[in-house]
């Protein structure tokens, strides 16, 4: 494969197929890596399981996977969760040219949210005393029509990350959660820096300094540092 772009038809029948064989709760997404990190999304079927629509952002494990800090390996039958709490079975297949570079995904999400629900149901009705309760699904990937909230979920998480309010996080404690952003891929997002620096109670210029630390930490004692 050359590109997304060259494979767009083929692509597009697969994804078709797939909609079409599980019904309107499922939803495809073909993400090209090739755009912007807010219009990675070159077309989607079922787009109202998640709100979204053709030239959407990508998700957050797509930054991660862009920022190179997790590796593009293809994910099957993980739990994740939208905004308006709808839980989804989904799966991630990356895509690669020629060369072996990732240049897309094709996405899979499952609206399972009534089945769960009937499953919880089913089991607070058989459930016997002595038995382990019925465990809470985990979620981890964050779902969104907007890159913008989906920076303002992975501060927040950064920040309960750290473990302390901002305002008596020492400059450790503010590294960690910058660390916990540009894992994640934040800074991809267009104009992040700003947002994050506000959120940190940070000026660009420590943040950026900070940054450095973090991505260089050999040079930390080379480098002058503002204090936070």
Do not use: W
Not at 18 to 33: S, T
Not at 173 to 179: A, C, H, I, R, V
Request: proline share 3%; hydrophobic share 35%; charged share 25%.
């Amino acid at each position: 494969m050359k590109n997304i772009e060259s494979e767009k038809k083929n692509l597009i029948k697969i994804m078709h197929g797939i909609a079409k064989q599980f019904g309107n709760g499922c939803e495809v997404v073909l993400h090209d890596f090739g755009r912007d990190h807010d219009h990675t999304i070159l077309a989607i079927e079922n787009g109202q399981v998640t709100n979204r629509r053709a030239d959407g952002p990508i998700t957050s494990h797509g930054l991660e996977v862009m920022r190179g800090t997790k590796p593009a390996t293809d994910e099957y039958n993980y739990i994740n969760q939208t905004q308006n709490g709808k839980l989804l079975r989904s799966s991630s297949i990356y895509l690669n040219d020629d060369d072996g570079k990732v240049v897309g995904s094709l996405c899979i999400n499952l609206d399972i949210t009534n089945l769960i629900a009937t499953r919880n149901m089913l089991d607070n009705l058989i459930y016997v005393q002595g038995e382990s309760a019925p465990q809470q699904m985990d979620t981890a990937e964050i779902v969104t029509n907007d890159v913008n909230e989906m920076l303002d979920i992975l501060i927040q998480k950064s920040i309960r990350y750290v473990g302390v309010p901002v305002a008596t996080m020492t400059r450790e404690d503010k590294m960690k959660g910058l660390q916990y952003l540009d894992e994640r891929g934040a800074f991809l997002i267009k104009k992040s820096s700003d947002r994050i620096a506000q959120s940190y109670d940070i000026s660009r210029f420590s943040l950026y300094n900070y940054l450095d630390t973090v991505r260089n930490p050999d040079n930390g004692e080379k480098t002058g540092r503002a204090t936070p």
